[in-house]
């Protein structure tokens, strides 16, 4: 029989969540252990080390690595911000917190990446225009200007 490890009956939402990937057979044990300790607490099967492979959302299961494991130090602010977020059930665990900051901060860092070669562009036609001498004559003061009157037309 598998070891097992208790939780309050009130964490069942989270539990529902750790059940994820735990066979029939471990949830029927579960059950009929839950039913002889009473309505208070229910009896989950404890998990190996290799049953808390993380897979990301969207990625294909078999293809996903193992998480590493990585110590660092984090700010009270810091802490207090990913405590919240798992404690307003958002989130089942820390490391999920973490990982959708790390993939917000990719998608920012891409989409850096991208206005940066717009702009390198953009510049590129600016100094191909001014190799032949083809620059304007109005200040950056009177285009802003014309800008700014053309917003208020439209509106």
């Known amino acids: 029989m598998p070891k097992t490890i208790s939780i309050p009956a009130s964490s069942s939402t989270r ?21 002889s300790l009473g309505a208070e607490w229910r009896t989950l099967p404890a998990r190996t080390p290799e049953d ?25 602010k810091f802490v207090d911000f990913i405590e919240s977020q798992v404690a307003s059930g ?30 390198r562009g953009e510049v590129g036609i600016g100094v191909a225009q ?11 003061a009177e285009i802003v200007a014309e800008l700014d009157a053309e917003n208020e037309h439209r509106l």
């Open 130 to 140: 001014a190799r032949p001498g083809r620059l304007s004559r109005r200040t950056i």
């Open 90 to 119: 958002e989130y089942a665990r820390a490391n999920e917190v973490v990982h959708d900051g790390r993939q917000l901060l990719q998608r920012e860092k891409a989409a850096y990446r991208e206005k940066i070669l717009i702009l």
């Open 15 to 35: 539990a529902t969540s750790a059940l994820a990937g735990i066979s029939s057979l471990s949830i029927c044990s579960m059950a009929i252990a839950s039913s």
């Open 52 to 76: 808390n492979a993380i897979v990301s959302p969207g990625e294909d299961p078999l293809e996903a690595s193992r998480m590493r494991k990585l110590n660092i130090s984090l700010s009270d």
